[in-house]
C-alpha cells in the first residue's frame, strides 16, 4: 500500500472516489442505464499501488453493484494471492461501469461515455501499476495490440506501468489458458517491485511518454 499520504489527504482521496461513484450511479450518458439493476463504480483501497481493470459487469456484478463477485471475480481473488496480493489492498474496476444485456461485449460509445469516470479514477488513486483484465481494457492504452502478443509484459506509459492480462473468465471458459493466466499473475510481483523503484523519484507532473516495454522477463 502507499504510505505517503496523510490521514488528511486519504480521507479526501476517499471522499473524491465516493463522489465519483455517485455520479456513476445515476449516470445516463449511454444506453446501459435503462437495463442495468445498478451501476458499478468499482472499490478497493484509495492507497492502491495496483489498479485492476476490467471490461464490464456481470449478472452477479449489475446485482450486488460491486465488481468481479462472481464465478471470474471469485478466480481473481485466487490469481491476486499468486500475485502476493488482497483484495483489500488493491483498486478494481471496469472501463463500462453499467452491465451490457446479456454480457455482451461494450459498445464504442458506452466505452466513451465511461471513460472520464476511469480517467478521474486514476487521477485520484494514483496507482502505480495498472493492469488490464481482456482486450477492452487492454485497449484503452494498448488500441493496436492483440492480448495474445502483449499479455503478462510491463510496459511503461506516463507515470504507470500497464500490465495487459487476460480476463479471468477467458481462463473459466478456456481452460488452456489457465496455466498461462496464472504465470502472468505470479510475475506481477517484481513488476510491483520494479514500479515501486522507478516511481520513487519520478515527479507526479512526469510528462507522458510512449509505451515501453520493460525487459523484466
Not at 483498486?91 to 466505452?111: F, S
Amino acid at each position: 500500500m502507499r504510505e505517503e499520504r496523510s490521514e488528511v489527504e486519504q480521507q479526501r482521496v476517499e471522499e473524491q472516489l465516493e463522489r465519483i461513484a455517485q455520479r456513476v450511479r445515476v449516470c445516463t450518458r449511454c444506453d446501459l442505464w435503462r437495463t442495468r439493476t445498478q451501476a458499478v463504480p468499482g472499490e478497493g483501497n484509495p492507497r492502491a499501488e495496483v489498479m485492476f481493470i476490467g471490461e464490464a459487469p456481470g449478472y452477479h456484478e449489475d446485482q450486488q453493484g460491486r465488481p468481479f463477485v462472481g464465478a471470474a471475480g471469485q478466480y481473481l481473488n485466487e490469481l491476486l494471492q499468486r500475485a502476493g496480493l488482497r483484495r483489500e489492498e488493491v483498486y478494481i474496476t471496469n472501463v463500462v461501469k453499467c452491465r451490457p444485456p446479456g454480457n455482451r461485449d461494450p459498445l464504442p460509445d458506452e466505452l466513451a461515455a465511461c471513460a472520464p469516470y476511469l480517467d478521474e479514477q486514476l487521477e485520484v488513486i494514483r496507482p502505480r501499476v495498472i493492469v488490464t483484465l481482456g482486450r477492452y481494457s487492454m485497449s484503452r492504452w494498448f488500441p493496436t495490440e492483440k492480448i495474445s502478443r502483449v499479455h503478462g509484459q510491463a510496459r511503461r506509459v506516463g507515470n504507470y506501468l500497464v500490465v495487459p492480462m487476460y480476463h479471468p473468465a477467458a481462463a473459466l471458459h478456456q481452460p488452456a489458458l489457465k496455466e498461462l493466466v496464472e504465470k502472468d499473475f505470479e510475475k506481477l510481483g517484481e513488476i510491483i517491485s520494479q514500479a515501486r523503484a522507478e516511481t520513487a523519484a519520478m515527479p507526479d507532473d512526469a510528462p507522458q511518454e510512449k509505451p515501453q516495454q520493460m525487459r523484466l522477463f
